[in-house]
């Protein structure tokens, strides 16, 4: 695979996510949509899957969450293999925030830490603390019919990182945020997790995103999806939105670009060819 060199990324710390010679397919006898996947995750690395619709980054995301068995190969955490029901040790962050719309934001975040079994003061202390760490301390007792977008998806995150999760696993957070807030959003969650230690794997249709939030792209091809590339990404944090506007950012994101043009294009039933000939 390609790499792009780049500054070193936290892979000190103890611990990564696995998942090995990961294949699957949802109907019996169907298509692969992943066929022998392998991808290496350490603690304090923000990895960002990028590739065209149905390439196979959502369904890879929920074979390293644990929702989705894989037909063959298989998910390690920590050096123990992840099995059925996703554990306290992996957040996952939906595209939807999924909130209890008749839970406060406080008692959205505190509900994870309820299950297993904290009491009420900690789990209020934690959730306190977390929600001011995504900018939501004057809004903890707010519902989530009262919020913005961007404050809900605050809150969807929070609850994620209030169990202090080795790994946050992220489907398009941001996919239904107005772009403005979108821009917000990414910039803010570089901020907050400068404060944690865990390994982030991010779906993401963006190239500039990707490029903005990770360590690492990697590139999936379809039909059936598997890694095509992978590039460290070579730029110090902290990070800000102007990086997106440097020559060496544009020729990164030109490069991922070229590498998926042909699935997206394939997958808008629109000819590469015939679209150039018309350029």
């Known amino acids: 695979m390609d790499s792009v060199k780049g500054p070193a990324?936290?892979?000190?710390?103890?611990?990564?996510?696995?998942?090995?010679?990961?294949?699957?397919?949802?109907?019996?006898?169907?298509?692969?949509?992943?066929?022998?996947?392998?991808?290496?995750?350490?603690?304090g690395e923000f990895v960002s899957l990028v590739g065209s619709s149905g390439c196979g980054k959502t369904t890879l995301l929920s074979v390293l969450c644990g929702t989705i068995e894989p037909l063959r190969g298989s998910v390690?955490?920590?050096?123990?293999?992840?099995?059925?029901?996703?554990?306290?040790g992996r957040g996952m962050v939906f595209q939807?925030?999924?909130?209890?719309?008749?839970?406060?934001?406080?008692?959205?975040?505190?509900?994870?830490?309820?299950?297993?079994?904290e009491s009420s003061k900690v789990a209020r202390k934690k959730a306190v603390d977390?929600?001011?760490?995504?900018?939501?301390?004057?809004?903890?007792?707010?519902?989530?019919?009262?919020?913005?977008?961007?404050?809900?998806q605050r809150v969807n995150v929070a609850r994620a990182l209030v169990v202090e999760p080795d790994f946050l696993l992220m489907d398009e957070p941001f996919a239904s945020l107005d772009a403005q807030t979108r821009e917000v959003m990414q910039v803010e969650l570089l901020?907050?997790?400068?404060?944690?230690?865990?390994?982030?794997?991010?779906?993401?249709?963006?190239?500039?995103?990707?490029?903005?939030?990770?360590?690492?792209?990697?590139?999936?091809?379809?039909?059936?999806?598997?890694?095509a590339r992978e590039i460290t990404v070579p730029f110090d944090r902290p990070r800000e939105r102007g990086i997106k506007r440097g020559r060496e950012f544009q020729a990164l994101s030109d490069e991922i670009w070229k590498q998926i043009e042909g699935d997206v294009m394939a997958g808008a039933d629109?000819?590469?060819?015939?679209r150039e000939a018309d350029v």
């Open 191 to 227: 901020r907050i997790l400068s404060s944690s230690s865990a390994g982030v794997v991010f779906v993401t249709h963006q190239i500039d995103e990707a490029l903005l939030l990770s360590d690492r792209v990697v590139v999936i091809v379809a039909n059936p999806g598997r890694i």
């Open 9 to 43: 990324v936290s892979g000190q710390l103890n611990g990564a996510m696995e998942g090995r010679n990961v294949s699957h397919r949802y109907a019996s006898g169907g298509q692969l949509v992943l066929d022998n996947v392998s991808l290496h995750v350490p603690r």
């Open 76 to 88: 390690l955490v920590n050096g123990k293999d992840v099995t059925g029901v996703p554990s306290i």
């Open 96 to 117: 939807s925030d999924r909130l209890f719309p008749w839970r406060t934001a406080l008692r959205n975040v505190t509900f994870p830490l309820e299950l297993r079994g």
């Open 270 to 274: 629109v000819r590469v060819d015939e």
């Open 130 to 152: 977390v929600l001011k760490l995504v900018g939501l301390g004057q809004h903890v007792d707010s519902y989530p019919s009262q919020l913005s977008g961007g404050m809900r």
